[in-house]
């Protein structure tokens, strides 16, 4: 596979001892942590930042960075709420077109990016305002409520004992990984973040992929923003406020390199379970948020440094 | 035996600038540079020789305090010194070319040239007037007043990219001055710019390490020459009392046929034909026709449009104006990938950044431009491309550990066999080379020759890009010459000759910059 793969895989290793002793840890600490229900449960709060981890994982292994995924959410939820209490559409219909409007947001991101030649720091850092400048222009401060009992399946319901969304994001989990590991398109998203002139002149289409990448990454804030709606039971214009850094936090925990070409899904998923069940763990075991947030913070700091320390290693 | 005689010269002589005694180092357990001992005199060029691979840059970084060695002595004018870090080495008066351009795209010439070593001002801020007038200066020393020390350097050509290191070097008032293969990436009057520039050093008294493939450089140039062969000190000798062939014999341990191969067969039709084709000011009006079976040499100092050609041709920097047709029919070519598509392949200049993603393994590498064959279905097929990149290990003789192993650790000559396996992998039609065989040692580089030949014999046309002139001369069915933008001369086989292609070449230099 690619050339850091034997690197990576021990940086996954690394990270799932880590998350396995923080797992001990913490159910020691508490008696509810190691339930089925509480880790069920915590699986239903990841789902959101999940889905957007991982089109973020591709974003940050091209070399480039997605800020205004919050935002998307936020802007989705909104105009789900509207098309289908303003505007009327029946809710299904209402569900799909803000989906669309959401992707079509991180393909405008990918467009300024590829056409215009903007670092993807700057252009999503502008929409990151843009976008969520609409949501709250477009919402009025009003939130919307009432929505169907139907509605509350994709946040609320369970499949075989599972939450609903804990599949979608596990099927995502596997797409992105069969995607990003396997296919030409993952070879491309490797090349160009490690070295983009030399994939262009490889004959790979650039411009394509990334606008791609961009895209998908609209999407899953879409799908993220319908199943937070559906779990929360209203909208409000402040949604998926900050969920971009948690889902960059995620990424980079899981040992993909923030300058690009390297990383992979696994590394992702790692680290997400990990951010959960510390923040869960912490809180059970009676540590005010703040202190979830500081340990989290060291823990990244730590996987970092245990990243630059192979990189050492390797040599080269 | 001869290790014994050189570090027992170097333990008894102070004065060398830096002597190296029993030198070994391992990477991955596996020895690539082994027992050897180097020495320098003051005011020397010593050339160090070998095949690619044979551990030259190794040996060479390790001076530079890039790598430490596993055994052995360092020796700084009779003091034992070990260099934990390039700094040290700097501090030492040792300063390095190295054979990866390591400069930094997004400064500027002057910032290149003085990272690291600033000059500051009383209250400890960067002088940036002391910096930019050093620069300059240095600039001038090096005859090349012509570039714009303000201008970002990744606007900048390979070979002016290679100047800024070589000020960069200087700038450090080295004693030791180590090049690992300067003119590889330097046209032949650039060449001569150079050797006149080592010259000049020499006679200040400082002591030259110079590495490079090309036979007459080394002999016009150095004073002694080491060589190595698989890590191993063959021996060194003064340069009077070699020859050509008693040079490669040592490298190689055989002797090479060193001339360049016959034609086979005629040229078919016209496969690929520029009418009028313009990129910008690069490119201008260039009209021409490839056909099968044909080599078409293109000749031109560094920065005559020839490399801007070939990036029009291959989609890179699509063209402005004109026609290019394959086959006879007119044909768009906005993107590599369509380039590719059709038919045609681009070896480029610059293996670091335009050939190679370096981090990466061979076999990903040679994969990247052939994912279209290597995929199954949905996926891309692991097992064919691991049997690409052995094929191509075996074909091309790269020097390395596996198909697994990260390009960026095969040495310079080997990671140029992987660029030319990557494009050789599409089985194109049209082949472009710009400067095929850089950095590539005599004995592969006739391999490459003989296989650009076989090709083209098979029916693939080639458009060669090089700077070494007798190689155009020697493997050129037609030489176009190239200056400013411009096709200034056309020579068939009979009438290229040396004094012919460089009177074009330099005569219409001039010409331009008066105007
Ligand atoms: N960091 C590294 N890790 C593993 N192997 C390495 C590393 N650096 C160099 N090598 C290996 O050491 C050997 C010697 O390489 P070196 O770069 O010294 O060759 P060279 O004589 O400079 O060749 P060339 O003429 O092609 O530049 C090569 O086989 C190379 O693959
Ligand atoms: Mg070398």
């Given amino acids: 596979m690619t050339g850091a793969q034997p690197k990576l895989l021990r940086h996954e290793t690394v990270l799932a001892a880590l998350t396995m002793i923080a797992m001990a840890v913490l159910a020691s600490l508490s008696d509810k942590f190691f339930t089925a229900d509480n880790l069920l449960n915590q699986g239903r709060l990841m789902a959101e930042v999940g889905l957007i981890s991982l089109a973020m994982t591709f ?159 609209g999407f899953c ?96 | 035996m001869q290790a014994e005689q050189m570090s027992a010269a170097a333990a008894s002589d102070v004065a060398l600038p830096i002597a190296l005694a029993g030198i070994s180092k391992s990477f991955a357990g596996i020895r690539v540079v082994n027992d050897v001992s180097f020495d320098m005199r003051p005011g020397e060029v010593h050339a160090l020789m070998g095949e690619n691979g044979a551990g030259k840059s190794t040996l060479i970084k390790i001076m530079a305090g890039l790598h430490q060695p596993d055994s052995g002595e360092i020796m700084v004018s009779g003091k034992a010194v070990r260099f934990a870090s390039p700094r040290e080495a700097h501090a030492a008066g040792i300063a390095t070319v190295h054979q990866e351009l390591l400069l930094f795209p997004e400064l500027t010439v002057a910032e290149n040239i003085f990272i690291g070593q600033t000059p500051k001002t009383a209250l400890g801020a960067i002088d940036w007037t002391a910096m930019r007038r050093r620069a300059r200066q240095l600039l001038d020393e090096l005859d090349s007043g012509d570039l714009d020390i303000d201008q970002k350097v990744i606007h900048l050509s390979v070979g002016n990219r290679q100047r800024i290191e070589i000020a960069r070097a200087l700038a450090q008032d080295a004693r030791v001055l180590i090049m690992d293969e300067p003119t590889a990436a330097l046209a032949e009057h650039d060449v001569q710019r150079l050797m006149s520039i080592v010259r000049s050093l020499r006679k200040r008294g400082v002591a030259i390490v110079y590495v490079s493939h090309r036979m007459p450089e080394i002999f016009a140039l150095a004073d002694r020459v080491t060589v190595l062969r698989d890590g191993h000190l063959v021996g060194t000798r003064p340069v009077p009392e070699v020859d050509e062939p008693a040079l490669v014999s040592m490298m190689v341990g055989r002797s090479i046929d060193r001339l360049y191969p016959a034609k086979q067969g005629k040229d078919g039709d016209v496969m690929l034909e520029l009418a009028g084709v313009c990129h910008r000011g690069a490119v201008r009006d260039i009209s021409f026709q490839l056909r099968r079976g044909e080599i078409l ?48 392949a681009y070896v480029p200049e610059d293996r670091a950044h335009q050939g190679l993603i370096r981090p990466q393994t061979i076999e990903d590498n040679i994969a990247l431009a052939n994912l279209g064959r290597l995929t199954r279905g949905f996926f891309v097929d692991a097992a064919k491309v691991a049997a690409e990149a052995r094929g191509a290990i075996a074909r091309f003789g790269i020097r390395a550990r596996g198909p697994g192993q990260p390009v960026r650790q095969l040495s310079g000559g080997n990671q140029q066999k992987v660029v030319l396996a990557k494009w050789l992998a599409t089985n194109p039609r049209i082949l472009i080379m710009d400067e095929p065989t850089r950095g590539i040692d005599v004995g592969a580089k006739a391999e490459i020759h003989q296989l650009m030949r076989k090709l083209a014999g098979e029916g693939m046309a080639i458009l060669m890009i090089s700077s070494e002139l007798p190689e155009v001369l020697g493997m050129s069915d037609r030489v176009l010459v190239m200056n400013g933008g411009r096709i200034a001369g056309e020579f068939d086989k009979a009438h290229a000759t040396a004094e012919a292609v460089g009177t074009v070449m330099t005569r219409s230099y001039a010409r331009e910059r008066a105007a």
């Fill in chain 2, 297 to 344: 040499g293109l000749a031109g100092l560094v920065g005559s449009g020839r490399t801007e050609t070939a990036l029009t041709i291959f989609g890179v920097t699509p063209a402005t104006a004109g026609r290019i047709l394959i086959d006879g029919k007119p044909v768009t070519i906005a993107s590599p990938g369509q380039a590719r598509d059709l038919g045609i």
């Fill in chain 1, 59 to 217: 974003v940050i292994v091209t070399g480039g960075i997605d800020l205004s995924v919050g935002s998307i959410l936020g802007l989705t939820a909104i105009l789900l709420g509207v098309f289908w209490k303003n505007l009327g559409l029946p809710l299904p219909a209402a569900i799909v077109l803000a989906t669309v409007c959401g992707t079509f947001a991180g393909f405008v991101n990918g467009l300024i990016i590829t056409r215009f030649g903007v670092p993807p720091l700057i252009a999503t850092l502008a929409t990151l305002a843009l976008y969520r400048g609409l949501a709250e222009g477009i919402s009025e401060a009003r939130s919307v409520r009432g929505y169907p009992e139907w509605f509350f399946f994709f946040g609320q319901g369970e499949v075989l004992g599972v939450p609903f969304q804990l599949w979608v994001l596990g099927l995502a989990t596997a797409a992105a990984a069969v995607i990003l590991g396997l296919t030409p398109f993952g070879r491309a998203t490797y090349a160009i973040g490690a070295n983009e002139v030399a994939a262009r002149f490889s004959g790979i289409r650039v411009n394509a992929v990334k606008l791609w990448i961009y895209t998908a990454s």
């Fill in chain 1, 221 to 316: 804030a879409a799908l993220a923003a319908v199943i937070f709606v559906s779990r929360v039971t209203t909208t409000r214009s402040d949604m998926g406020t900050g969920l971009e850094l948690d889902a960059i936090t995620a990424v980079v925990l899981g040992g993909t390199s923030i300058f690009g070409g390297r990383g992979t899904i696994i590394g992702t998923a790692l680290g997400l379970v990990l951010i959960q069940a510390l923040k869960n763990g912490l809180a059970l075991s009676g540590v005010k948020g703040d202190g979830a947030i500081v340990v989290i913070g060291l823990v990244l700091i730590g996987a970092i440094l245990v990243g630059a320390l192979f990189d050492r290693n390797r040599g080269g």
